[in-house]
Protein backbone atom coordinates (compact mmCIF):
# COMPACT_ATOMS: atom_id res chain seq x y z
CA UNK A 1 0.00 0.00 0.00
CA UNK A 2 1.13 3.95 -0.77
CA UNK A 3 0.79 5.99 1.89
CA UNK A 4 -0.02 9.66 1.02
CA UNK A 5 0.26 13.06 3.20
CA UNK A 6 -1.83 16.24 1.90
CA UNK A 7 -0.69 19.72 3.28
CA UNK A 8 -1.32 23.05 1.91
CA UNK A 9 -4.56 23.59 3.34
CA UNK A 10 -5.90 26.38 5.29
CA UNK A 11 -8.26 29.73 5.83
CA UNK A 12 -8.38 31.84 2.85
CA UNK A 13 -10.40 34.69 1.62
CA UNK A 14 -12.68 34.50 -1.92
CA UNK A 15 -10.17 34.92 -4.87
CA UNK A 16 -7.07 34.30 -3.11
CA UNK A 17 -4.77 30.71 -3.72
CA UNK A 18 -3.22 27.75 -2.21
CA UNK A 19 -0.79 24.72 -3.09
CA UNK A 20 -1.64 21.56 -1.81
CA UNK A 21 0.80 18.90 -1.49
CA UNK A 22 0.71 15.15 -1.41
CA UNK A 23 3.76 13.40 -0.54
CA UNK A 24 3.76 9.80 -1.15
CA UNK A 25 6.12 7.31 0.66
CA UNK A 26 6.36 5.16 -2.91
CA UNK A 27 9.71 5.77 -5.07
CA UNK A 28 8.25 4.53 -7.76
CA UNK A 29 4.94 7.15 -7.91
CA UNK A 30 4.84 7.36 -11.75
CA UNK A 31 3.22 3.70 -11.24
CA UNK A 32 0.49 5.52 -10.03
CA UNK A 33 -2.66 7.96 -11.01
CA UNK A 34 -3.20 10.35 -8.54
CA UNK A 35 -6.31 12.44 -8.04
CA UNK A 36 -7.39 15.54 -5.69
CA UNK A 37 -11.11 14.82 -4.07
CA UNK A 38 -13.30 17.63 -2.24
CA UNK A 39 -15.65 16.81 0.61
CA UNK A 40 -17.26 19.02 1.89
CA UNK A 41 -19.64 19.27 5.78
CA UNK A 42 -22.38 16.98 5.21
CA UNK A 43 -21.40 16.14 1.68
CA UNK A 44 -20.09 13.27 -0.55
CA UNK A 45 -16.07 13.10 -1.62
CA UNK A 46 -15.72 14.02 -4.89
CA UNK A 47 -13.11 14.90 -7.77
CA UNK A 48 -11.47 17.66 -8.19
CA UNK A 49 -8.52 17.06 -10.22
CA UNK A 50 -6.81 13.86 -11.34
CA UNK A 51 -3.85 12.88 -13.06
CA UNK A 52 -2.07 9.91 -15.19
CA UNK A 53 1.24 8.69 -14.08
CA UNK A 54 3.02 9.88 -16.61
CA UNK A 55 1.01 13.37 -17.12
CA UNK A 56 -0.29 12.56 -20.44
CA UNK A 57 -3.98 12.30 -18.83
CA UNK A 58 -5.23 15.21 -16.41
CA UNK A 59 -9.17 15.86 -15.66
CA UNK A 60 -10.52 18.59 -13.98
CA UNK A 61 -14.13 19.26 -12.51
CA UNK A 62 -16.24 21.64 -14.62
CA UNK A 63 -16.56 23.54 -11.55
CA UNK A 64 -12.33 24.16 -11.21
CA UNK A 65 -11.72 24.52 -14.57
CA UNK A 66 -9.18 27.49 -15.51
CA UNK A 67 -8.50 28.03 -11.93
CA UNK A 68 -6.99 24.88 -10.61
CA UNK A 69 -3.87 22.89 -11.79
CA UNK A 70 -2.36 19.64 -11.01
CA UNK A 71 0.78 18.87 -11.38
CA UNK A 72 3.22 16.14 -10.45
CA UNK A 73 6.74 16.03 -9.42
CA UNK A 74 7.69 11.43 -9.86
CA UNK A 75 11.30 12.31 -8.60
CA UNK A 76 10.39 13.67 -5.26
CA UNK A 77 7.51 11.37 -5.04
CA UNK A 78 5.49 14.65 -4.82
CA UNK A 79 2.28 15.51 -7.05
CA UNK A 80 0.47 19.38 -6.57
CA UNK A 81 -2.48 20.54 -6.76
CA UNK A 82 -2.80 24.47 -7.39
CA UNK A 83 -5.88 26.22 -6.53
CA UNK A 84 -6.07 30.31 -7.67
CA UNK A 85 -9.50 32.47 -7.68
CA UNK A 86 -10.93 30.27 -4.72
CA UNK A 87 -14.94 30.31 -4.36
CA UNK A 88 -16.74 29.37 -1.25
CA UNK A 89 -17.87 26.14 -2.50
CA UNK A 90 -14.11 25.41 -3.01
CA UNK A 91 -14.09 24.62 0.40
CA UNK A 92 -13.58 21.27 2.54
CA UNK A 93 -11.30 18.45 3.14
CA UNK A 94 -9.03 17.81 0.37
CA UNK A 95 -8.11 13.85 -0.17
CA UNK A 96 -5.10 13.03 -2.11
CA UNK A 97 -5.97 9.50 -3.63
CA UNK A 98 -3.91 6.80 -5.38
CA UNK A 99 -4.13 4.36 -7.77
CA UNK A 100 -2.05 1.48 -9.18
CA UNK A 101 -3.46 1.38 -12.28
CA UNK A 102 -4.12 3.32 -15.68
CA UNK A 103 -6.06 6.52 -15.14
CA UNK A 104 -9.32 6.11 -16.35
CA UNK A 105 -11.97 7.92 -14.24
CA UNK A 106 -11.68 10.69 -11.37
CA UNK A 107 -14.23 8.99 -8.94
CA UNK A 108 -12.99 8.05 -5.41
CA UNK A 109 -14.34 4.54 -5.75
CA UNK A 110 -11.24 3.26 -7.84
CA UNK A 111 -8.63 4.75 -5.81
CA UNK A 112 -7.43 2.52 -3.61
CA UNK A 113 -4.85 4.43 -1.06
CA UNK A 114 -5.92 7.81 0.70
CA UNK A 115 -4.15 10.27 2.62
CA UNK A 116 -6.18 11.78 5.58
CA UNK A 117 -6.82 14.91 4.05
CA UNK A 118 -6.18 18.74 4.09
CA UNK A 119 -8.78 21.79 5.50
CA UNK A 120 -9.02 24.45 2.85
CA UNK A 121 -11.32 26.91 4.10
CA UNK A 122 -12.28 30.14 2.38
CA UNK A 123 -13.70 33.22 4.31
CA UNK A 124 -14.36 36.77 3.89
Known amino acids: QLQLVESGGGLVRPGGSLRLSCAAS????????IGWFRQAPGEEREGVSCVSPREDKTYYADSVKGRFTISRDNANNTVYLKMNNLKPEDAGVYFC?????????????????WGRGTQVTISS
Open 26 to 33: SSTLDNYA
Open 97 to 113: GARARLFVLCVPIIFNS
